[in-house]
């Protein structure tokens, strides 16, 4: 991957993982948001790539304004209005991954760009697994409240259509239900501590970040050179690696550094703000 210095001419394509790349706590620091709106006038594009699905994208994170955005961790993809990738769990496959969580007494979150789903005996749980995520990190709220806020509760998980499935709780390990599963799906532990080894997610092997970004990308005709991506999380490395300049958070897991060109600050220092400037992207 090159290296990108500063180049008014170019127009560049920069893709922002959202919890703690662009936002801290569910919430986007003011230099962010005044960061990205300066990129998109000085005629470069901002796209939000996150692992979040659509519906758990509140309002107050895309008040900046982006080109689209790639969510669900690479399952969706949106330029303008226009839907570029809306890959879904076959239905069958669908209905197994459900039975064999509810067979482990699983608590789980069923993610779709119009709704995330959660059947009708797991509310309960949820809320209580994520109420020990709130003692554990209380500024979390806001995140949680969004998630809370996009969930439809459903009588039968098994017919619902989804793109990923967050697992909150369970009686065994994520990696456990992957494998009892089967070889259709692949598994990422959980990003927040406090939810233990039961937790994390499981999705469609080769749906990652890096394929929503593709996808625009050649839509708009760009090369991977003129991408830039940031992102501070496991399921942040194949964006890193797709993009000409990969920038990791500081403080990341090594191995999100490790395949990153250079480091910013986090967003608890507005560190986008620096990064864009050493970037010419304002």
């Not at 230099?31 to 790539?49: K, M």
């Not at 619902?160 to 909150?168: E, I, M, R, T």
């Not at 080769?206 to 050179?225: D, F, N, P, Y």
């Amino acid at each position: 991957m090159s290296d990108i210095g500063p180049d008014a001419s170019r127009r560049r394509a920069v893709f922002l993982d959202v919890d703690g790349t662009y936002a801290v706590h569910g919430a986007a620091p003011a230099g962010h948001v005044a960061v990205v709106r300066a990129a998109r006038d000085a005629g470069n594009l901002v796209f939000l790539c996150t692992g979040r699905p659509l519906s758990m994208l509140p309002q107050h994170l895309l008040d900046a304004g982006f080109d689209g955005l790639v969510a669900a961790g690479g399952a969706y993809a949106l330029l303008g209005d226009e839907v570029l990738l809306d890959i879904r769990f076959p239905a069958d496959l669908a209905a197994l991954t459900v039975r064999v969580m509810d067979g482990h007494g699983t608590a789980y979150l069923l993610e779709a760009p119009e709704a995330v789903y959660a059947a009708t005996g797991s509310v309960a749980r949820l809320k209580e697994a994520f109420g020990a995520h709130l003692a554990d990190e209380p500024d979390a709220t806001s995140v949680v409240s969004d998630i809370f806020a996009s969930v439809r509760v459903v009588l039968d998980a098994a017919a619902v259509s989804f793109a990923k499935v967050s697992v909150v709780a369970s009686d065994v390990s994520v990696w456990r239900l992957g494998t009892d599963i089967g070889e259709q799906v692949a598994v990422l532990p959980t990003s927040i501590p406090a939810l233990g080894e039961s937790a994390g997610e499981i999705f469609l092997p080769g749906v990652h970040k890096a394929r929503g970004m593709e996808a625009i990308a050649t839509r708009l005709g760009l090369a991977r050179e003129d991408v830039i991506g940031f992102g501070d999380g496991l399921n942040d490395l194949e964006m890193l690696e797709y993009a000409g300049v990969g920038v990791a958070i500081e403080g990341s897991d090594e191995r999100v550094l490790a395949v990153a060109d250079r480091t910013a600050a986090g967003p608890e220092q507005e560190g986008l703000v620096q990064a864009f400037a050493e970037l010419g992207l304002v």
